[in-house]
Every structure is written in structure tokens, then in C-alpha cells.
């Protein structure tokens, strides 16, 4: 199955973003795309985050997932793109994925858990955190997909998570922002998380100058199957259930491993009630836990 990167930088001008994807998008397919993966903020992007990105948030019913839904019926394609949704939280959106299916359906979603509050930004002062729920996948080519947004792959746990729901293909829409050793940084994490995973994933970026681009499709032994540098490009890799199998029959770390893992809170929703010091809990094989209450700092 064909699985594209597409790599462009998005505005504010939002007509002017969906001319762009379906330009994209005909490439993609031209070159046998079954799946295409637009960067995070594809229907709204400004390079300093303000009230304006909350005036561009819209339901997932809104305009811009309708259209995705008729471009992906259009080339009879998935496609997976980052948008603005609304929320009831005054001031707030939510930096949510949508994934649509031929038939101009939703089929998946993801609202972005781990926000960019680093390296001089503080993307929660805009937006609202996904609360932790069960990760939505679809089954595309013999394979299951799961979607994350950008900086979680900083955090390993939510891969691991949507492998246990069984993804073995994991797209990752980003808006990598540049920076002193970013582009590094980026490449060692997306490797790491398919590596370790033993499963593809396939990360979209949008182009310099605020991102760092390289959008890429790394295969279940940590190898770059396809990448873009800068420009306004597509790439499409070839996967398959098959390659994943083989993999995980010479490297069977997923079913040696020793470790389970679950939320840090019950809920990162800030409507939440306030109350219990969050826990840490790392299930162990045998049945056994160890805890940490992070109030009071001592095992349990």
C-alpha cells in the first residue's frame, strides 16, 4: 500500500490551504497513494500563535472537514490532516487530527495530549489538551493506523499506547518547530518510536522557514523508506502487514517487553475537578505495581 507525506506550509488564507492539499493530494495519488498525510495546522497556521486561531476554529462538521471529505472521495484516497476545533472553553481550541475515508466519512480522530509548552512556547495558552480516552484507529491495506501530533513523540508512551490498540502504522502530523539541534531531534525521535515499536510511521512537517520540513515514512527496523528536505514535495513508501509480521519475528521486543503503560491522570481535561496529586503507575508482568504519589515523593 502507498502511504504519502505531504509537506507544505499552511496560512491563514484557508481556501488558499485547500488548494494547496489538493494539489498535493493528485500528486500523491498520481504516484499510488492509498493514504496521504497532511502536517498538523494544516487548515490554519500563523508563525505567532494568537486570537486568531481561535476565531479559525470550527467544528469537526465545519467546513474544512467536509472538504477533506470530498477530496478524499474525489481520489477515492484516506486522508489525514490537523485542524482547529472548537470547544466550549472560551479563548480555547482544540489541535485536533481528522482522518477521512472515501466515502467522505470520518473514520478517526486525535486531539493533540502533550502540548508544546517548550523551547520559549506555550502552545497551552491557546489550546485545550485531549483528555485520554481510547485511541481511535482504522484498518487501511491489511494494517492498522493510529494517529499522534507532533511533540508527543516526545513521549514514548503514547505510541506504546496505540500499539496496544493494535496500530501498526503510526502517522504523526507536525509543526516542528526549528530550532538548535531540532531537525536531530526530530529524525532520532520518529526512528526511535518506529524502531522500538517495530511499526511504520509515516510524519508529515510542514516547510521552513518556522518548521524544519524532512517529512519522511521510517519502515519497523528504524529505516527511512522515503524523505523530503525543505521544499513543497510529496514522497510515497511502500508498507505492508507482511514486512511488520517478518520484523516482529526476528525482533519480538513487543511480546518480550515487561512493562504495560497507563495515564499519568485519570483525565488531562482542565474542567476537571481538582483534588488527588497525580500517580504514576507502571504495570509490571506478575500482576505487580509500583507506584509513585508525586505529593508526597515516596514509593508505594
Not at 501530533?149 to 514514548?156: A, G, K, L, Q, S
Not at 496496544?164 to 526530530?186: F, Y
Not at 521486543?253 to 476537571?272: E, H, I, M, N, Q
Request: proline letters at 7%; hydrophobic letters at 50%.
Amino acid at each position: 500500500m502507498g502511504v504519502a507525506v505531504a509537506q507544505f506550509r499552511p496560512g491563514a488564507d484557508r481556501s488558499e490551504n485547500l488548494r494547496s492539499m489538493r494539489a498535493l493530494a493528485a500528486t500523491a495519488v498520481g504516484r499510488g497513494a492509498a493514504l496521504i498525510v497532511f502536517p498538523e495546522y494544516s487548515a490554519f497556521f500563523e508563525p505567532v500563535m494568537g486570537p486568531a486561531f481561535v476565531a479559525a476554529a470550527e467544528p469537526l462538521d465545519g467546513p474544512f472537514v467536509v472538504a477533506l471529505g470530498e477530496l478524499a472521495a474525489e481520489f477515492g484516497v484516506h486522508i489525514v490532516a490537523g485542524m482547529l476545533e472548537s470547544t466550549v472553553v472560551r479563548g480555547r481550541f482544540s489541535n485536533t487530527l481528522v482522518a477521512l475515508g472515501p466515502s467522505a466519512q470520518l473514520v478517526a480522530k486525535y486531539r493533540k495530549l502533550h502540548l508544546y509548552d517548550a523551547f520559549g512556547d506555550r502552545e497551552s495558552d491557546w489550546v485545550l489538551a485531549g483528555t485520554i480516552e481510547a485511541p481511535e484507529t482504522f484498518t487501511l491495506g491489511g494494517l492498522t493506523v493510529g494517529l499522534q501530533t507532533c511533540y508527543d513523540i516526545r513521549f514514548p508512551e503514547v505510541t506504546r499506547r496505540l500499539v496496544d490498540a493494535g496500530a501498526d502504522l503510526v502517522l504523526v502530523p507536525a509543526e516542528w518547530v526549528r530550532g538548535p539541534l531540532k531537525e536531530q531531534h526530530w529524525r532520532t525521535l520518529l526512528t526511535a518510536r518506529a524502531l522500538e515499536n517495530t511499526i511504520y510511521l509515516a510524519a508529515a512537517d510542514q516547510t521552513p522557514p518556522v518548521a524544519v520540513g524532512n517529512s519522511m515514512v521510517i519502515d519497523p527496523m528504524g529505516v527511512e523508506l522515503v524523505t523530503i528536505g525543505e521544499t513543497t514535495d510529496v514522497a510515497v513508501a511502500w508498507v505492508s502487514a507482511k514486512r511488520v509480521a517478518a520484523v516482529r519475528a526476528l525482533n519480538p521486543a513487543l511480546a518480550l517487553r515487561r512493562f504495560g503503560v497507563s495515564p499519568r491522570w485519570p483525565s488531562l481535561d482542565p474542567r476537571a475537578a481538582p483534588g488527588q496529586p497525580p500517580v504514576a503507575t507502571v504495570a509490571c508482568d506478575g500482576g505487580a505495581a509500583w507506584t509513585l504519589n508525586e505529593a508526597s515523593g515516596r514509593d508505594e
